[in-house]
C-alpha cells in the first residue's frame, strides 16, 4: 500500500487492501490485459491506431486507479478519467452510429460524474474532511447521498433504467473496447457501489428490497428487450443489463447486515460475469470479420452456457448461492424468499433463451458474411486464443478459488441440478416451437432505433443551439429628435440670453 | 429704510423708464450698434438712479447742500468704465463691418 | 534585511512593472531588444520580490506603506496574506502572457505604446492586490480601467473601438458606483485598513440601511468588472482584443480585479458577523449563482471560439463570488482557490485560442475540425484546461469546485451544490464539442489562414512555451493541492488568518 | 507683496507696449515672479490668517477693502501659474500660430484684474475689476481675427449687459445701506424685498458673466473662437471672477432664509448644465466647441456645490466648490491647449480630425486624456478629490439619494465626451495625416497643467483642510 497523504489530500493511498480491491484488480487487469493482446491483432489495420491506444491506455489507467484507491478522490479521480477516456474508444469508428452512440455516452457519462460528484461532496462533508474509505464506513448516510450515488455509479453500472447508453456504445465500440466496456468498466460502477454505501446504515436498509426489484426488472427486461434486436453485441449489451441486475441484487444484499456472507458471491459473480462477457465480446468481434470453421463455436458456447448456468459452471454455482442469500437475509416480508427463487428460475429461463437468440444471431452474421476465404489466418488464431485464455480463466476460476469451488460442488447434487437445468430445457423446447411455428412478431417490432438516441439529439440541440433567446435590442433612431431640439435653439444669443435674464427676474421676484 | 421726497420720485420713474427702454432695445434690435446704444440707455439710467440716490435722506428743500459724494465718485469711475466699454465695442463693431464688407456672406460653422 | 527596507517591498513592486512600462512608452518601435530586455527583467525583478514577500508573509510579517492622500484615508499599500495570493497570481501569468505577447505581436506595429499599458495594467494590477484601504482600492480600480482601455482598442479597427467603448461605459460606470459606495461608507466609518473581520461592526445597529446601500453601490462596482450578471454585457465584447489582452483581461487583471474587491468587501470591510447581520450574503450569492448558470447558458451557443471563452468567464469568476458570499471557511477556501485555478485555466485556453487564430487563422468553432492532429500540443494543453473548467480531476479546476461544494454543504446551501452540478453540466456542454471538434472529426478543407511560424514546432515557441507552462501548472495544482507550495494550500492561511479573527 | 503682485503685471503690460520685442519676455517674467509671490503669500496667510486692508487710509465703510484669505491666495497663485504656463505655451507656439502680439499685454491685464478681483471685497470694486476682465476677455478673443470677431461682440454685449445688472443691484444696495464692503454689509443686513431684487440683480447678472446655465449662451462660440492660450485662459480662469462673486454674495450677504430659498435653485442649475453642457460635448462636430461645452457642464458643478452649500451649510461641500474650480482650471487649461495643438497639427476644427492622433501625437493625446480625468474625476486627480469631498459632504446628510445619483449620471455623460475624443484617437483604421511634423514641446506644456492636476493629490490632505476652515 503507497501512501500518498502527505503528497496529496488526508487519506489519499493507493494500495489492494481488501478482498474485495484484489478480485477486482485481478479479473479487471487480466481482462485488459487480453484486452489489448487482442486489441494488437485486431485493431493493426484500423486507423488511427495511435489514438485507439491513447484511449486505452488512459481508460486503462482509470480503471486500474479507481480499483486500487484507498480514498473516495483517487477513485473519483480514476472513474472520470476511465469513463471520459472511454469516449474515445467508443466513437473509435468515427461513423455516424459510433458518433451517435458516443455523443449518448459522453451525456450520460458527464451527468454520472457530477451526480457522483455531489454524492461525493456530501459524503465527505459528512465526514469531516476525511476522505478514505474506513472513515466513511463510519459516517451514517442519508437518503439524498444514497440516491445521488446509486444514480451516479448506477449511469457506469447500467443497470434499468440507467442502461440506455449500453446498448448504443457497445455495438458502436471495436470489440475488445466493448469487453473491457461491458467487462471491467461496468463492474467499476458496481464496486463503487459496495464501497461508496458500507453495509449494515440503517437508512440504507430502506433500500435493499427495492434495490432487489429493480434488478430483478433490470434482469428480465434485459433479456426481453434482446430479443427483439439482431445485431450480435446488441444482444451482448442486454445481456449486460440483464447480468448487471443480479449484481445489483447482489450489491442490494451486500448493504444488509449479511454482507459477509454475500461478498464473496458477488466477487465471484462480477468477476465470472467480468470474464465471460468479455470472451463473449471478443468473440462476437470475430465472428463479424470473418467465416470461421464451425468448432469455433465452442468459443461462444462455453462462456455462454457459463453465463446460462450449467452445473458445475460457476454460473451455476453463483445463481445456487444466491438463492441460498435470499433466504439468509432478513428482507422485508412482503419479498418472499420461494418467490424470489422462483424469479431467479425464470431468470435463468430468460438467460437462455438470450443465449440461444445470440446463438442463432451468430450464426446468421456467419451466414452474411458469405464463403469463407479459406484456412483461418494467424490474426484470427491470435484473437481466438484470446478468447480462449479468458475461456480457460474461467474454468479455472472455480477451481481456485476456495469458495466458489464449494459452491460449485454443490451444483451436482441432483435437486440443484434439476432446479439449474430445467429452465434450460424449457427455453430450448420453447425455442424449437418457436421455430416450428415461425412465430414472429411483425417486422417493425425488431432492430428499432431507441428513442433514447433521438433524446440525445434533442439534447444536444438544447445545448448546442444555433440561436438564443436574446433581450430585444431597443432600436429607437433619436437623430429627428435631437434634430428638432437642436433647432430650438435660438440664433440670436445676445437677444435670447438677455430676453431670459428678463424672464427669470420677473419669475423669480413674482415667486420669493 | 431709504425715504425718498416726493420730488425725486419722478427722477427715479425717469431712470427706471430708462432702463425698461434700454433692456427693450437690447432684446429687441437685431443690429449689434442698436444694442450698445441700448446699453448706453441703461447705464444712463443706473447712473440716473445713482445720482438720484445721493439724495436720498435729504429733504424735499435741501437737493443742493447733503448729496452722498460717494455715489457722486461711482457714478465718474461708473461712466469711465461705461465710455471705455462703449469705444471697445464700437472698434469691434467697426472690425465686424469691415470684414462682413470684405466677405459678405460668411458660411456657418 | 533591515525593517526599514521591508517597508518599501510593496511600493517596490508595483514600482518594478511600472517603470519599465514608462521607459517603454519612450522607446521606438524598433529597438526591440531592448523592449524586452526591460520586460523581462521587470518580471524577474518583480517575481525576485515577490517571492521575498512570500516567504516574509508566509512568516507572519505584515507589509505597510503609506502616503497622505485623503483625509482620514491614506494611500495605503499593505502586503498580507490574501493580497500575495493575488499579487503571485498577477506576476507569474504576466510572466507568461508577455512572452506570449512577445511571440504574439512580432512584427506589428504599435508595440512599445501595447508593451507600455500592458505594464501599466500589471501594475495597476498589483497595486489593487496590494492596497490597503478602500480608497487606495478605489484608485487602482480606476487606473486598471485607464491602463487596459488601450489594450481593448489596441486593434484600433471598428468593432476594437465599439468594443473599447462598451468596456469603458461599464466600468466607469462601475467605478463611479463603487466611488459613491466608498464615499458613502467613509462618511459613516473613515476608510480604515482593511482587517479581517471587518470594521463596520461598530455601526451595524445604527445605520444598517445606509450600510446595504453602499454594500450594495460597491457591488454593483465591483461586478461590473467581475462580471456579475446585469453588468457583464462588456466583457464577450472585450475579446476582440489581441488573445494576449484577453488572457490577462480574463485570467487576471480586470475580471479578478472585480472578484478580488469583492473578496476584500466581504471579509475585511463588513466581515463576516456584520455580513450576517445586515443579511447582505444571500442576495449576493444568489446572483453569483443566476450569473453562474447564465454564462454558461449563453456560452452554448456561441460559435466564435473566443466569445464562448468570455461567456465561459463570465460564468466561472461568480463561482469566486458564491464561494465568497457562502461565508464559511471551507467555501471560502474554494472561492480563494478558484481565483487562481480559474486564472491559470482561462489564461491556457485563451492562449490556445490565441494560437489557433495566429498559427490557422481559425476564429470559429466549427473551424476548428481536426486541429489536434495540426497542433497537438495546444490541443493537448486546451483540454486539460478545459477538462480543469469543468471540474473533472485531477486538473485544478476540479480542487476548486471540490472545495466549493463542500464548503455549501458546510453552510446547508445545498441549492448551491445543484447549481455546481447543473453548471459543470452546462460547463461540459460547451468545452467537450470543442474538445471532440479537436480530436475526433476530420479536418476539413484548408485552413482558413496558415502560417508556419517555426520549422521543427507547430507554431513560435514563444507561442507555445507559456501555453504549456500554464496547462502543466493546472495539473500540478491539482495533483499537488495538499502540498505546502500549492494555492490550496495558501488560500488554507488566508482563510485560517480571515476567520481567526476575534 | 500683495501691491507686488497688482502693480507687477500692470508695469509689465506698460512696458509691454513700449516695447513690444520683449514682450513675451516680460510677461513670462512677471508671471513667473507674481507665481512666487503668491506662494509667499499663500504661506504666509495660511501661517498667520487673513489679512485686510483699506486703500489709502479710508475710513472703513468708504474705504476700498480689501481681503487675502487662502482661498483668496490660492487663487491668485493659481492664475499666476496657469498664465506661466499658457504664457510658455504661447511662447513655444508664437511663430507658428502668429499670436498677435496684443496676446502679451493683454494677458498680463487679465491677471491684474483677476488678482484684483480676488482680493476685493467691495462690491463696486468688484464691480470694476469685473468690467476690466471682461473688456480685456473680449479683446483676446477677437485676437484671433475676422472669425472670432463677430462671437467676440456677443460675448462683450451680454458681457456688459450683465455688468449693468450687478451695477443696478449694487446701486441697489448701497442706497439702502450706503455701504459697499461686504464686512458692513453683512452686519446691517436684512432679508427684504429691496435686498432680494438686489440679490437677483447681482446674481442674474453674474451667472451671465460666468456662462451659468441658461445662460451659458455665448460661451461655447467665444472660447472656441478663440486662439488656444486664449480658450485655455478664458476657460480656466476668467468665468471663475464672476463665480467668485456670486459665491461671496451668497455665502457671505444673503441671509440663511434668502440662501435657503435660493438653493434649489442654484442646484437645478447646475445639475442642468451638468446635462445639457455634458450632451452638448457628447454631440457637437466640433473638437474646441465640445472642450467649450464642457466648460458649461463643469461650471454646473460648481453652481451645484454652490447650491447644495447653500442648503446644508456643511463646509465641505465648500471644499468641494473650490476644488472644483480649481482642479477645472488646471485640466482646462490642459484640454484646450492639447486640442488646439492637435487640431493645429492635424489641421481641422472637426472632432474626426483627431482620427488616430493617438499614434501621430501621443504626447497632446495623452494630455487630454490625462485633463480629462480629472474631469471626470477619476482618483486620484483633482476632479476626483472635489467630487469626493461633494459626496462626502452630501453622505454626511442623512437620507441625501437624489444629489449623489444625479452626480452619478453627470460624472457619466463627463466620461462619455471625455472618452468620445479618446476612443477617435485610438482609431487606427483611417488615421488622418498631419499637416506638418508634430512638435514636440508644445505638447509637453500641454500635458504639463494636467499633470498638475493630478499632482493636487499630493497636497489633497492640506487643500481639503484650508479650504474647510475658510468655509467656516
Redesign the interface.
Request: aromatic content about 12%; some cysteine; hydrophobic content about 60%.
Given at each position: 500500500m503507497i501512501d500518498l497523504s502527505a503528497w496529496l489530500w488526508p487519506g489519499a493511498g493507493l494500495g489492494l487492501v481488501t478482498e474485495l480491491q484484489q478480485l477486482w484488480w485481478y479479473f479487471s487487469s487480466g481482462l485488459w490485459l487480453v484486452a489489448a493482446v487482442f486489441s494488437l491483432s485486431f485493431m493493426a489495420k484500423t486507423p488511427q491506431k495511435g489514438r485507439y491506444w491513447l484511449f486505452f491506455g488512459l481508460s486503462f489507467a482509470g480503471n486500474m486507479l479507481l480499483i486500487a484507491a484507498l480514498d473516495a478522490i483517487s477513485f473519483y479521480i480514476g472513474f472520470s478519467v476511465m469513463s471520459l477516456s472511454a469516449y474515445g474508444l467508443v466513437v473509435h469508428s468515427g461513423d455516424k452510429s459510433a458518433r451517435r452512440a458516443g455523443r449518448l455516452y459522453l451525456q450520460l457519462a458527464v451527468m454520472g460524474e457530477l451526480l457522483l460528484f455531489a454524492a461525493l461532496i456530501l459524503r465527505a462533508s459528512a465526514a469531516d474532511g476525511q476522505y478514505d474509505w474506513q472513515s466513511w464506513q463510519q459516517v451514517p448516510l442519508d437518503h439524498l447521498t444514497i440516491l445521488l450515488t446509486i444514480a451516479g455509479l448506477g449511469l457506469k453500472a447500467g443497470f434499468w433504467p440507467l442502461h440506455i447508453w449500453l446498448p448504443q456504445a457497445h455495438p458502436a465500440a471495436p470489440a475488445p473496447a466493448s469487453a473491457v466496456l461491458s467487462g471491467a468498466m461496468i463492474k467499476a460502477g458496481v464496486l463503487g457501489l459496495v464501497l461508496f454505501l458500507p453495509g449494515g446504515d440503517p437508512q440504507l436498509q430502506l433500500w435493499v428490497p427495492y434495490m432487489i426489484c429493480l434488478g430483478f426488472f433490470s434482469a428480465g427486461f434485459g433479456v426481453l428487450a434482446s430479443l427483439l434486436y439482431r445485431q450480435p453485441k446488441v444482444i451482448l449489451a442486454y445481456s449486460s443489463v440483464s447480468q448487471v441486475g443480479y449484481v445489483v441484487i447482489l450489491v442490494a444484499l451486500a448493504w444488509t447486515d449479511n454482507a459477509a456472507a454475500v461478498l464473496p458471491v458477488l466477487m465471484a459473480y462480477a468477476a465470472h460475469h467480468a470474464v465471460a462477457k468479455g470472451a463473449l465480446f471478443l468473440f462476437s468481434g470475430i465472428n463479424a470479420r470473418q467465416r470461421l470453421p464451425a468448432y469455433w463455436q465452442l468459443l461462444f458456447w462455453l462462456p455462454a452456457l457459463a453465463l446460462m448456468a450449467i452445473p458445475l459452471s460457476g454460473g451455476a454455482a453463483i445463481k445456487t448461492a444466491l438463492k441460498g442469500l435470499f433466504s439468509t437475509t432478513t428482507l422485508p416480508g412482503w419479498l418472499d424468499s420461494g418467490m424470489l427463487a422462483g424469479l431467479l428460475s425464470l431468470g435463468a429461463l430468460l438467460t437462455a433463451l438470450l443465449f440461444l437468440h445470440l446463438a442463432a444471431m451468430l450464426r446468421q452474421q456467419q451466414r452474411r458474411l458469405g464463403p469463407g476465404t479459406g484456412r483461418p489466418d494467424f490474426a484470427m488464431h491470435w484473437q481466438g486464443a484470446c478468447v480462449l485464455l479468458l475461456i480457460l480463466v474461467l474454468i479455472w476460476l472455480p477451481w481456485q478459488w476456495q469458495p466458489l469451488l464449494q459452491l460449485s460442488l454443490t451444483t451436482l447434487a441432483w435437486p440443484t441440478i434439476w432446479t439449474l437445468c430445467w429452465p434450460l430445457v424449457l427455453a430450448l423446447l420453447l425455442v424449437a416451437l418457436v421455430r416450428w411455428q415461425q412465430w414472429q412478431l411483425p417486422p417493425h417490432y425488431y432492430d428499432r432505433n431507441s428513442s433514447v438516441l433521438l433524446w440525445s439529439l434533442w439534447l444536444k440541440r438544447l445545448y448546442q443551439p444555433q440561436q438564443q433567446w436574446q433581450m430585444a435590442q431597443l432600436q429607437l433612431n433619436w437623430r429627428p429628435v435631437e434634430r428638432a431640439l437642436n433647432r430650438l435653439a435660438p440664433d440670436n444669443v445676445v437677444g435670447a440670453s438677455a430676453l431670459l435674464i428678463v424672464v427669470l427676474l420677473v419669475v423669480a421676484s413674482a415667486f420669493w | 429704510m431709504v425715504e425718498f421726497s416726493s420730488s425725486l420720485n419722478l427722477f427715479l420713474a425717469t431712470a427706471a423708464t430708462l432702463v425698461a427702454i434700454g433692456v427693450y432695445g437690447f432684446i429687441v434690435g437685431p443690429e449689434p450698434l442698436r444694442r450698445i446704444v441700448a446699453l448706453n440707455i441703461i447705464s444712463a439710467g443706473i447712473f440716473m438712479l445713482m445720482v438720484v440716490l445721493a439724495y436720498r435722506s435729504a429733504g424735499p428743500d435741501a437737493v443742493s447742500t447733503l448729496a452722498d459724494p460717494v455715489l457722486h465718485a461711482l457714478v465718474l469711475t461708473g461712466l469711465v468704465v461705461a465710455v471705455s466699454a462703449t469705444a471697445f465695442a464700437l472698434a469691434l463693431l467697426a472690425r465686424l463691418g469691415k470684414t462682413t464688407a470684405d466677405r459678405p456672406e460668411e458660411p456657418g460653422p | 534585511m533591515s525593517p526599514f527596507w521591508l517597508s518599501y517591498l510593496p511600493l517596490a513592486i508595483i514600482l518594478s512593472s511600472l517603470l519599465p512600462g514608462l521607459i517603454i512608452f519612450t522607446l521606438k518601435e524598433q529597438q526591440v531588444k531592448l523592449r524586452i530586455a526591460l520586460n523581462l527583467l521587470g518580471v524577474t525583478v518583480k517575481l525576485v520580490l515577490v517571492l521575498i514577500m512570500w516567504q516574509a508573509v508566509k512568516a507572519g510579517a505584515v507589509f505597510y506603506f503609506s502616503v497622505p492622500f485623503l483625509p482620514g484615508a491614506e494611500l495605503v499599500l499593505q502586503g498580507d496574506a490574501l493580497s500575495l495570493l493575488f499579487v503571485v497570481l498577477s506576476s507569474v501569468l504576466w510572466l507568461a502572457t508577455t512572452i506570449y505577447a512577445i511571440g504574439y505581436l512580432e512584427n506589428s506595429p504599435l508595440r512599445s505604446r501595447f508593451f507600455g499599458y500592458f505594464s501599466l495594467c500589471v501594475s495597476a494590477t498589483v497595486g489593487l492586490a496590494l492596497s490597503g484601504n478602500l480608497v487606495s482600492f478605489l484608485l487602482f480600480y480606476e487606473l486598471l480601467t485607464l491602463a487596459t482601455f488601450p489594450l481593448v482598442v489596441h486593434r484600433g479597427t471598428p468593432e476594437a473601438l465599439a468594443a473599447g467603448r462598451r468596456y469603458l461605459a461599464y466600468t466607469l460606470s462601475g467605478g463611479l458606483l463603487l466611488l459613491t459606495g466608498v464615499a458613502l461608507l467613509h462618511s459613516l466609518v473613515q476608510s480604515p485598513q482593511f482587517i479581517p473581520g471587518g470594521y463596520v461592526s461598530a455601526v451595524v445597529s445604527e445605520h444598517a440601511g445606509l450600510l446595504q446601500l453602499a454594500f450594495g453601490l460597491m457591488i454593483a462596482g465591483l461586478g461590473v468588472k467581475a462580471a456579475l450578471l446585469p453588468l457583464h454585457g462588456w466583457l464577450p465584447q472585450a475579446m476582440v482584443a489581441p488573445a494576449p489582452v484577453s488572457a490577462l483581461l480574463h485570467a487576471v487583471a480586470v475580471v479578478k480585479a472585480g472578484a478580488f474587491g469583492i473578496i476584500r468587501l466581504v471579509y475585511d470591510v463588513f466581515g463576516v458577523d456584520s455580513m450576517q447581520q445586515l443579511q447582505l450574503a444571500e442576495p449576493l450569492m444568489l446572483l453569483a449563482a443566476t450569473t453562474i448558470l447564465y454564462g454558461s447558458w449563453r456560452a452554448l451557443a456561441q460559435q466564435d471560439i473566443k466569445k464562448r471563452l468570455a461567456y465561459s468567464t463570465i460564468s466561472q469568476v461568480s463561482y469566486i463570488t458564491v464561494g465568497v458570499a457562502m461565508l464559511g471557511p471551507l467555501a471560502a477556501v474554494g472561492g480563494l482557490v478558484h481565483l487562481v485555478h480559474q486564472g491559470v485555466m482561462k489564461i491556457t485556453l485563451f492562449f490556445c485560442a490565441g494560437n489557433y487564430a495566429e498559427t490557422l487563422g481559425v476564429h470559429k468553432i466549427n473551424e476548428l475540425n481536426g486541429a489536434g492532429r495540426r497542433m497537438p500540443l495546444t490541443s493537448v494543453a486546451f483540454t486539460v484546461a478545459a477538462l480543469g473548467m469543468i471540474g473533472i480531476p485531477p486538473t485544478a479546476g476540479f480542487i476548486s469546485k471540490w472545495y466549493l461544494g463542500l464548503g455549501a454543504v458546510a453552510t446547508d446551501n445545498s441549492l448551491m451544490l445543484l447549481v455546481f452540478v447543473f453548471s459543470g453540466l452546462l460547463n461540459a456542454a460547451y468545452f467537450l464539442p470543442i474538445v471532440y471538434r479537436l480530436w475526433f472529426l476530420p479536418q476539413g478543407g484548408n485552413w482558413p489562414k496558415e502560417q508556419r511560424l517555426s520549422a521543427t514546432l507547430e507554431t513560435h515557441w514563444m507561442l507555445l512555451l507559456p501555453m504549456l507552462f500554464t496547462a502543466v501548472l493546472i495539473i500540478l495544482m491539482g495533483v499537488f493541492a495538499s502540498t505546502g507550495v500549492s494555492p490550496l494550500s495558501w488560500t488554507q492561511l488566508i482563510v485560517e488568518r480571515e476567520f481567526s479573527y476575534d | 507683496m500683495m501691491i507686488l503682485l497688482l502693480v507687477l503685471p500692470l508695469a509689465a503690460a506698460l512696458l509691454m507696449l513700449l516695447w513690444p520685442r520683449i514682450a513675451p519676455l516680460l510677461a513670462l517674467f512677471s508671471a513667473a515672479v507674481c507665481s512666487f509671490l503668491a506662494l509667499q503669500l499663500l504661506l504666509q496667510v495660511s501661517e498667520q490668517g487673513t489679512r485686510y486692508w483699506l486703500l489709502a487710509g479710508w475710513p472703513s465703510g468708504?474705504a476700498i477693502a480689501w481681503q487675502a484669505d487662502t482661498l483668496s491666495c490660492l487663487l491668485i497663485l493659481l492664475t499666476a501659474v496657469l498664465q506661466l504656463l499658457v504664457g510658455f505655451y504661447a511662447f513655444a507656439t508664437r511663430a507658428r500660430d502668429k499670436l498677435s502680439q496684443g496676446f502679451w499685454p493683454l494677458s498680463s491685464l487679465l491677471q491684474l484684474s483677476l488678482t484684483a478681483l480676488w482680493l476685493s471685497r467691495d462690491l463696486?470694486n468688484l464691480?470694476?475689476c469685473l468690467?476690466l476682465l471682461?473688456?480685456v476677455a473680449?479683446?483676446l478673443v477677437?485676437l484671433s481675427g475676422?472669425?472670432a470677431?463677430?462671437p467676440?461682440?456677443?460675448y462683450?454685449?451680454?458681457s456688459?449687459?450683465?455688468s449693468?445688472?450687478y451695477?443696478?443691484g449694487v446701486?441697489l444696495l448701497?442706497?439702502?445701506y450706503?455701504r459697499?464692503d461686504i464686512a458692513g454689509l453683512v452686519s446691517q443686513w436684512q432679508p427684504n424685498l429691496?435686498t432680494?431684487?438686489a440679490l437677483?440683480?447681482m446674481s442674474?447678472?453674474l451667472m451671465?458673466k460666468a456662462a451659468l446655465w441658461?445662460?451659458h449662451?455665448?460661451l461655447p462660440?467665444a472660447h472656441a473662437a478663440a486662439p488656444a492660450p486664449v480658450s485655455a485662459l478664458l476657460s480656466a480662469l476668467v468665468v471663475k471672477g464672476p463665480l467668485f462673486i456670486l459665491c461671496l454674495l451668497w455665502l457671505q450677504l444673503a441671509s440663511t432664509e434668502q440662501a435657503q430659498?435660493m438653493a434649489p435653485?442654484f442646484a437645478g442649475a447646475g445639475l442642468a448644465a451638468l446635462l445639457f453642457g455634458g450632451w452638448s460635448a457628447l454631440?457637437t462636430p466640433?473638437a474646441k466647441n465640445l472642450v467649450a461645452y464642457s466648460t458649461v457642464a463643469q461650471l454646473g458643478y460648481a453652481t451645484l456645490a454652490l447650491g447644495l452649500m447653500l442648503k446644508f451649510d456643511q463646509p465641505l461641500i465648500f471644499a468641494a466648490l473650490w476644488l472644483f474650480v480649481l482642479a477645472h482650471a488646471l485640466a482646462k487649461a490642459a484640454c484646450f491647449l492639447a486640442i488646439g495643438e492637435m487640431s493645429g497639427t492635424l489641421g481641422g476644427?472637426r472632432l474626426t480630425t483627431l482620427k488616430?492622433a493617438?499614434?501621430t501625437m501621443?504626447l497632446a493625446m495623452f494630455a487630454f486624456?490625462v485633463a480629462g480625468?480629472s474631469l471626470?474625476?477619476?482618483?486620484?486627480s483633482g476632479g476626483?478629490?472635489a467630487?469626493?469631498a461633494l459626496?462626502?459632504g452630501l453622505?454626511?446628510q442623512e437620507q441625501q439619494?437624489f444629489w449623489?445619483l444625479a452626480?452619478?449620471l453627470a460624472?457619466?455623460l463627463s466620461?462619455?465626451y471625455v472618452?468620445r475624443v479618446?476612443?477617435l484617437a485610438?482609431?487606427?483604421?483611417d488615421p488622418v495625416a498631419p499637416d506638418f511634423s508634430p512638435q514636440v514641446l508644445p505638447q509637453w506644456l500641454a500635458l504639463l497643467p494636467a499633470l498638475a492636476v493630478w499632482a493636487m493629490?499630493l497636497f489633497?490632505?492640506p487643500l481639503?483642510?484650508l479650504l474647510r476652515l475658510e468655509a467656516l
Open positions: - | - | - | 468708504l463696486f464691480y470694476v468690467e471682461a473688456l473680449v479683446a477677437s475676422r472669425k470677431i463677430k467676440a461682440l456677443n462683450l454685449l451680454l456688459l449687459f450683465g449693468l445688472c451695477l443696478l446701486v448701497y442706497g439702502a450706503g459697499l429691496l432680494n431684487s437677483l440683480l442674474l447678472g451671465l441658461p445662460l449662451g455665448w462660440a430659498a435653485l454631440r466640433f476644427k488616430g493617438s499614434q501621443p486624456a480625468g471626470i474625476g477619476l482618483p486620484p476626483f478629490l467630487k469626493w459626496l462626502q453622505w454626511l439619494l449623489p452626480l452619478v460624472t457619466l466620461a462619455a472618452f479618446v476612443v485610438f482609431d487606427r483604421a493629490a489633497s490632505e481639503l483642510l
